[in-house]
C-alpha cells in the first residue's frame, strides 16, 4: 500500500510502474479474502492496460485473467466466465494450446463452467488441460496432479463415479511419494477418495481411509478445526451405511453441536450435519425425532439456499423418506413427485440423482397400489443406476430389491387371477344343465392373464 502511494504520487496514476503495483496489491486482496477491495483495483488496472497497451498484449490478457477470478470468487460466473473465454482465445493466439499460461486460463474456464452446472463443457476442458499438462510436465508434476483432481471432481458431480476413482487413487499414490502421507494436500486427496468410495457403496474401503484422515485432522490441526469436524460427518455417513448406528449417532452430535458453536445455525455446513444427524435417526427407528429435525433442514435450506437448490430438493425427499418410514404415503407422494421434477430439471433426466428419486416415487407408488405405475419409474431408475453406478451401490440394491418386490406382486396377482378363472370354469360347466361349459367368462379371464404377462418385464 504505501509503496502504491510512493509510485502515484512521484510517477502518477498511468505510469506503468504504478498499474504494475496496483496488480500486485489487488493480488493480496485476493490472496486475504478481500475480493471487494480486490475487484475495484483489478478493473482499474484492466481498463488503464486495455488503454495504454492494447486489447492484445500479454499484460492486458493477464489482468483480464486476474479479474475472471475475483468475479468467480464473489459469485458473479457470468461476468468470470465471459472473461475467461476472451483470456483463453487470445492466449491461444498469441502463444500457442501449449504454452503453460493458455493452460492455465483453460484451467480457470473449466472451473467456472463446473460451477455455472455445464458439467459437459467442464468435461472436455479438462480433459484437454490433463492431456497437455501429461505431454509437457510429465505425469508426477503437481499442476497435473491437480488437474488430474478437477476431472475427478467433474466425473464425481456427475455421478461418475468410476471414472474419478483411478485419477483420485493415482493422485493420492503421487502426492504419498512426493509429499507424504502428513502433508494437508495428501489428506485432502486421502479424504476426497473416501467419499469416492463412498459414493460406490465401498463402505468399508472409505471407512478405512476416513479413519486414517480423521486421525491425522484432530493430530495437526485440532478436535475444533473446520476440516476435522467435516472428517468427522464424513466418518459418521460411513459408519451408519455399515449399520454401526450408536457410533454414527454419537459422531453426528459432535460435528452438530461443534458446528452450531462455530458457524451458527443458518450455515450451510451446520445444515448438513443437522440432516445427517435426522437420518441416522430414521435408521435408528426414532421417526418423530427425525421428523422434527428434517422439516427444520427444508425450513433453513430454502432460506439460505432457495427451492430449487439441490441441497433443498434432496431435504424434500429425506422428509418424504420420513413420511414413507411412518406409512404416511398420501403426504410422500407429493413431496417425492416434486423433487423427481425439479431433479429432472436441475441435473437432466439421466443423472443418478434422478434416478434415485425416481426409485423412492416407485416405492411409495408400490405402497398407494399404484403397481405398474411403481414399476415404470423403477425400470427407468434401474437403466440409470446400471450406466452410472456400480451394481454393489446401496442405491442401485434398494432398486433391484424394489423391482423384486413389483415381480412377486404382480406373479401372485397372476396366480389369483388363474385360481379364480379356473373355479369360475368349473362352477360354470357344473351349473349348466344342458351339458356345454359357458367358454365365452374362461376366455375372458385367459385373455386378461395374456395382458399381465405381456406387460411384466421378460425377467418375471
Do not use: W
Request: proline share 2%; aromatic share 4%.
Amino acid at each position: 500500500m504505501e509503496a502504491l502511494k510512493i509510485r502515484r504520487t512521484k510517477l502518477g496514476h498511468n505510469d506503468i510502474a504504478t498499474i504494475k503495483a496496483e496488480a500486485h496489491l489487488g493480488c493480496t486482496y485476493f490472496a486475504l479474502g478481500n475480493y471487494d477491495d480486490a475487484k475495484k483495483l483489478q478493473e482499474g488496472v484492466l481498463e488503464k492496460r486495455r488503454k495504454l497497451l492494447g486489447e492484445r498484449h500479454l499484460d492486458t490478457v493477464k489482468a483480464t485473467v486476474k479479474l475472471a477470478l475475483t468475479f468467480a470468487k464473489l459469485g458473479r460466473l457470468t461476468q468470470a466466465q465471459s472473461l475467461q473465454e476472451e483470456a483463453l482465445k487470445l492466449r491461444t493466439v498469441l502463444l500457442g494450446e501449449g504454452n503453460t499460461d493458455t493452460i492455465t486460463s483453460m484451467s480457470n474456464l473449466a472451473s467456472t463452467y463446473t460451477r455455472l452446472g455445464r458439467q459437459a463443457d467442464a468435461e472436455r476442458l479438462q480433459l484437454k488441460v490433463l492431456e497437455l499438462r501429461k505431454k509437457i510436465l510429465g505425469k508426477d508434476h503437481m499442476d497435473t496432479i491437480i488437474s488430474s483432481e478437477n476431472l475427478a471432481i467433474t466425473y464425481y458431480s456427475q455421478g461418475k463415479y468410476d471414472e474419478a476413482r483411478p485419477l483420485q487413487e493415482e493422485a493420492l499414490s503421487i502426492r504419498n511419494n512426493i509429499l507424504g502421507p502428513n502433508n494437508p494436500a495428501t489428506i485432502k486427496a486421502q479424504a476426497h477418495l473416501g467419499c469416492t468410495y463412498f459414493a460406490l457403496g465401498r463402505y468399508p474401503d472409505a471407512r478405512r481411509l476416513q479413519v486414517e484422515v480423521l486421525e491425522k485432522r484432530k493430530r495437526i490441526l485440532g478436535k475444533f478445526h473446520l476440516d476435522t469436524i467435516k472428517a468427522t460427518v464424513k466418518l459418521a455417513l460411513t459408519l451408519a451405511e455399515l449399520g454401526r448406528l450408536a457410533e454414527a449417532e454419537s459422531l453426528q452430535k459432535e460435528a452438530l453441536d461443534l458446528r452450531m458453536k462455530l458457524l451458527k445455525e443458518e450455515h450451510p455446513d451446520t445444515i448438513t450435519a443437522m440432516s445427517n444427524l435426522a437420518r441416522t435417526y430414521t435408521c435408528l427407528g426414532r421417526h418423530a425425532d427425525a421428523e422434527r429435525l428434517k422439516l427444520r433442514v427444508l425450513e433453513l435450506r430454502k432460506n439460505v439456499l432457495g427451492e430449487d437448490h439441490m441441497d433443498t430438493i434432496i431435504s424434500s425427499q429425506n422428509l418424504a423418506v420420513t413420511y414413507y418410514s411412518q406409512e404416511r404415503y398420501e403426504e410422500a407422494r407429493p413431496l417425492q413427485e416434486a423433487v423427481l421434477r425439479r431433479c429432472d430439471q436441475m441435473v437432466g433426466p439421466s443423472h443418478a440423482q434422478t434416478a434415485q428419486a425416481m426409485m423412492h416415487l416407485g416405492s411409495i407408488f408400490y405402497k398407494l397400489g399404484m403397481v405398474q405405475d411403481a414399476e415404470n419409474l423403477a425400470r427407468r431408475a434401474e437403466q440409470i443406476q446400471c450406466r452410472e453406478l456400480a451394481y454393489e451401490h446401496a442405491v442401485h440394491k434398494q432398486t433391484m430389491e424394489l423391482l423384486r418386490t413389483i415381480r412377486k406382486h404382480k406373479q401372485r396377482s397372476n396366480d389369483v387371477d388363474h385360481d379364480t378363472s379356473s373355479q369360475s370354469t368349473r362352477r360354470a360347466t357344473r351349473l349348466n344343465t344342458r351339458g356345454y361349459p359357458d367358454y365365452r367368462h374362461s376366455g375372458l379371464r385367459r385373455s386378461r392373464r395374456c395382458a399381465n404377462t405381456k406387460g411384466a418385464s421378460p425377467a418375471s
